[in-house]
C-alpha cells in the first residue's frame, strides 16, 4: 500500500462528497467544514454506534440535547471563564499567530541532547519568518455574542465550549425524572465552539465541532475502578468498528499537566499521518463540576442514596470523543491505496486503486445495484431492487460505465457490497453479490438478498 497522504485523503472527501471547505464559494472561511452527500450519511452512523455503545445498550445511562447557549454563570462556575485560555504570540514581522506552548514543545524536541536547562520562551523565533515574537498573551477561547438586541457586557453570551456544562446543569432534573441511581451516566451529543488559535489538520481541529460526551457519576471512592472501565471501553468502541489496534494508544497526562478539573486524564491517541495525536480525553473530574454548580446556583447537587441514607457530591468520569474527529481516525483507517490495481482484466488495471475499508455499519451506502444492461428485463429488475433495499439501507443505483469503473466507484466510497443485475438474473432469479474487501463473488436469489446482506452487514 503506498503510504497514506493526507492530502490524497482530503481530495477524496472533496472529489466523493464527504467533506467540503466550508463556504467554498468565497474562497472557504477559517478552517470550517460541510459534509457533504456520503459524509453526513458516514459521520451520522459513527455517531449513531457511538449513541447505541453508549445510551441503547446500557440501563445506566440517559441521553440528553441541552441548549448551546446557556446561562453565563455557567462559565464562571466550570472556570471556563477565567482559565479556558491558550497562550498567544504573535511574530512581530510577518504577524503570523502561534500557540507559545506549541512552539516551546517544538523548540525544546529540536535541542534535545543538545541543552540540559528548559528552553526559554526569549530564544524562540517565529517558525515563518525567524521574527522575533511578542510576548504571550492569555486568549480566552469562548465565542462570545449578545443575547437580544442591545449589544452590552450585560447581555454576554457563549458558545459552549463543551457540551458537558449542560449536563452538570441538569444533574438533578435528568436524576429525578429518570429516576436514575447513583452510578449512573448521562450522555449527550452536539456542537461546540472553540475559538482555537491554530486550528488545522484537516477536520482534526476546528472551531466548530461535536463532541459525544459522557458524565458517569460514580460515588467517591469507586471512581478509580469505573475510570479503569471507561479507559477500556475506548479502545473497544474503535477496534470493534474495525480500527486497526496498532494504530491507537493510551497516553497517560502528567500530574502537572492536567486540567483545573481533573484527578487524573488518559486520551486514546490515533496515528494519524502527521502523527499520534488525542482522540478521545478520559478525565476523573471529581466532584469539581457539581459543587461549582452547586455554589454558583444556590441550589443542591448532592445525591442520597435511599437505601442506606448515605449523602455525597458524585465523581464524574468522563469520556469526551469528538465526532469529526473520530469520523477522519475512522476515514484515515479505513483508506487503502493499492499501486497499479487489484484486477488485472480491466481496461483500467493499471491505474491506482483507492478502497476505503470502513466497517460495514460506519459505511454511508451498504449495496450498489448494477444492471449489466439499461435496457429492460434488467433495468426494471434492478430498480425494483433498488426500492426494496432502499427501505432499509442507503442504497445506490448506478447503469453508467463498465461495470469494472462501477465497482471501484463503489471500493473508493467503502460500500460493502456490489450486486450485479446480469443476463442470467431473468432465467435464474439470481444476482452476483461482489464483496468490497475480498472481491469474492456469489450468487444470490433475489427472494432472499436482503436477509443474506443483513446477515453480512450485521445491521
Ligand atoms: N469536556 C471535556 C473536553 O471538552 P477536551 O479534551 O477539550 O475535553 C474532548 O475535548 C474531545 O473533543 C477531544 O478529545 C477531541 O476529540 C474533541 N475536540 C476538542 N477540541 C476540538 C477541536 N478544536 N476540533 C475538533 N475536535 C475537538
Redesign the pocket.
Known sequence: MAEKSMERIVSLCKRRGFIFPGSDIYGGLGSTYDYGPLGVLLKNNVRNAWWKAVVQKRDDVVGLDSAILMHPRTWEASGHLQGFTDPLVDCKSCRKRFRADHLLEARSAEMKGLKEEPVDMRDVRCPACGGELTDIRQFNLMFKTFMGPVEEDANTVYLRP?T?QGIFVNFNLVRESSRMKVPFGIAQVGKAF?N?IT?GNFT???RE?E?M?LEYFVKPGTDEESFEGWKAFMMEFFTGLGGKADNFRYYEHPKEDLSHYSKRTVDLEYLFPWGWS????C?NRTDFDLKRHGEFSGQDLSYLNQETGERYVPYVI?P???L??ATLAFLVDAYDEIDGGRTTTTESAKEEETVLRLHPSLAPIKAAILPLSKKEPLLGMAREIYGKLSDRWFVQYDQSGSVGRRYRRQDEIGTPFCVTVDFETPDDGKVTVRERDTMAQERVPIVDLEGYLAGRLGC
Do not use: C, H, Y
Open positions: 463543551e458537558a472553540r482555537e486550528p482534526f481541529r476546528t465541532f463532541q460526551e488525542e482522540l478521545w480525553g478525565a468522563e469526551s470523543l469528538g469529526d474527529r
